[in-house]
């Protein structure tokens, strides 16, 4: 978390007392006493804010804000000003300047400022470096969005998964981009040159199952939702199988595979053939910190698929974004940037609207399941992770409705 404040002030007495205010409160402060000494800390991947004085021999705070939009336009600049240095301020505003602050400026003024422009910086600098992954990375950098372990963990197993060229089940909740895992998948395989065909396995015939064999042939072929497979037509793709077909099999599910395997409504050959390897998308609600990425991205999506510039995201929009459960997942979550983008945010707005109670709950909950998640499902290491007791722990699980199980992989 960058914390970070380049503190720049002539009079050592006021740069020394702002040190120590940062440093009260967990910001590391950076001192200099002149435009000269500050310049060096100036760079484009500067992972902080500047604080500087307006008035300073030499090489003023004008000039330091010139240079330092020169640098970096996207580098938050806060001026400290005296009291007849309000106009001067002001202009400075006009000329790039994050905000101003008149001196002697107390802590409740000055904290919050910077917490502003921190978290500007922060939202700049993680948006820099999706952007290199994108231009950089591979499919899975490029096109699994998410910076939280889970995230992370998800593109790493694409990634061992890919060039096996097994069959793959691809699992998750629904809306949770099966099918994008599923491309991704064939992107990184050997058979990336080859077809990537993809059906909906509702209502498929059997004979069906072989043209599609064959159309994928030297590729992939993709089944989502393959638990609803009809019978003929499971028969008829576990012969294929069988029969090395010359066609990758990635399968997409939703529901519970192995448990209606077990309970005779799904082939339990079938199903064995399809979980050679498997690749588990987290739910939203179990990576609540990825949701301002993705909520971002597919805001410039619809922006640009509507023709218009992307409105301005507020730290307080994306707040009440993650303290919502998101049961539709990444689908939903796309829906609801379009309609902000067209300027009807209800959910945010719904979500803004709850008391500090209910809002509160919603955090705790959406931590229980996080919790879950990175524990495969175990709540003894879930409980023990977030240092509860497992009576306490299974208590909130029960009121929320939590199953430890829907979280195994």
Known sequence: MIRKVLLVDDDAAVREALAQTLELNELEAVAAGS??????????????????????????????LDYA???????????LTGEGDIPMAVKAMSQGAFDFLEKPCAAADFLPVLERALKTRALVLENRRLKRQLETGD??????????????EMRQRV??????????????????????????????????QGPFVKRPAAGLAAETVAELCQEAAGGSL????????????????????????GVRIIA???????????AGKFSADLFYRLDVMRVRIPSLAERPGDIPVLFRHYVAQAAEQAGIEPPEISQDHLAALMAQDWPGNARSLMSAAMRFVLGMPEEAAAAAGLGLAEQMAQVERSLLIAALGRANGRAAAAAEALKLPRKTFYDKLARYGIRPEDYRR
């Open 252 to 262: 997409g599910s939703s529901a519970g595979l192995a448990e209606l395997a077990q």
């Open 139 to 152: 499919p899975a950098s490029r096109l699994l969005f998410g910076s939280s372990p889970q995230a992370e």
């Open 159 to 192: 990634r061992a998964v890919a060039p096996t060229g097994a069959e793959v089940l691809v699992t998750g909740a629904p809306g949770s981009g099966i099918s994008k895992v599923a491309e991704v998948i064939h992107l990184m395989s050997p058979a990336a």
């Open 222 to 245: 993709f089944l989502d939702e393959v638990q609803a497979l009809p019978e003929a037509a499971q028969y008829a793709l576990l012969a294929q199988l069988e029969q090395g077909c």
């Open 69 to 79: 939009r020169s640098i970096d336009d996207e580098l938050p600049v806060v001026l």
């Open 35 to 64: 435009f000269v000494a500050a310049k060096d800390h100036i760079t484009r991947g500067f992972e902080g804010v500047i604080v500087s004085d307006l008035r300073m021999p030499g090489r003023d705070g004008f000039h330091l």
